[in-house]
Antibody, heavy 121, light 109 residues
Framework: QVQLQQWGAGLLKPSETLSLTCAVY????????WSWIRQPPGKGLEWIGE???????NYNPSLKSRVTISVDTSKNQFSLKLSSVTAADTAVYYC???????????????WGKGTTVTVSS | SSELTQDPAVSVALGQTVRITCQGD??????ASWYQQKPGQAPVLVIY???NRPSGIPDRFSGSSSGNTASLTITGAQAEDEADYYC????????????FGGGTKLTVL
């Protein structure tokens, strides 16, 4: 049973860099894409970006200039960095596994529990 | 703004059937996946592909697609189905980008 465990700083000041890590337990790391999604308080889900085990990335254009997603295959971990945060970046951040299925289309079948990140001065 | 459009709220009487829809140009080419989210919890995948349910998802959940619209149908809605539902698919740019619908709040009366 694959599980994702995520962690990172929960309180940031404006202009700081958000940094979160997600560890994959109980399953293969290669062969999948690994995603970050966020949800501002009371709002819907927003896709941030994804990475595969080789380091190939795709980013949400609205965040691309500030986002870096990286992977550490030796630890089965992937990470999110979001620079120059503002109050608008306050959200619950989730990591998820993206199945790269060709016929069924891609879907996120395993999710982390989420990390609440608050940006406040 | 989202490239996938969902009705903000839908209600259904207990035991009745409800359809939640998701509209977007990309759905003409790509399947949507559907996620259920209850308050304070992470989303859970309920439907993917043409009409596939992950293990553990009740068979009252089903999916379909026609043209630019994907649908999630709950046949015989239960109280525990009250939740937010999100669709997700590729965006319409032709790049490998993903987008969520704005979400539908389902109320079971």
């Amino acid at each position: 049973q694959v599980q994702l465990q995520q962690w990172g700083a929960g309180l940031l000041k404006p202009s700081e860099t958000l940094s979160l890590t997600c560890a994959v337990y109980g399953g293969s790391f290669s062969g999948y894409y690994w995603s970050w999604i966020r949800q501002p308080p009371g709002k819907g889900l927003e896709w941030i970006g994804e990475i595969n085990h080789s380091g190939s990335t795709n980013y949400n254009p609205s965040l691309k200039s500030r986002v870096t997603i990286s992977v550490d295959t030796s630890k089965n971990q992937f990470s999110l960095k979001l620079s120059s945060v503002t109050a608008a970046d306050t959200a619950v951040y989730y990591c998820a596994r993206l199945q790269p299925a060709v016929i069924s289309g891609r879907y996120m079948d395993v999710w982390g529990k989420g990390t609440t990140v608050t940006v406040s001065s | 703004s989202s490239e996938l459009t969902q009705d903000p709220a839908v209600s259904v009487a207990l035991g009745q059937t409800v359809r939640i829809t998701c509209q977007g140009d990309s759905l003409r080419s790509y399947y949507a996946s559907w996620y259920q989210q209850k308050p304070g919890q992470a989303p859970v995948l309920v439907i993917y592909g043409k009409n596939n349910r992950p293990s553990g998802i009740p068979d009252r959940f089903s999916g379909s697609s026609s043209g630019n619209t994907a649908s999630l149908t709950i046949t015989g809605a239960q109280a525990e189905d009250e939740a937010d539902y999100y669709c997700n698919s590729r965006d319409s740019s032709g790049n490998h980008l993903r987008v969520f619908g704005g979400g539908t709040k389902l109320t079971v009366l």
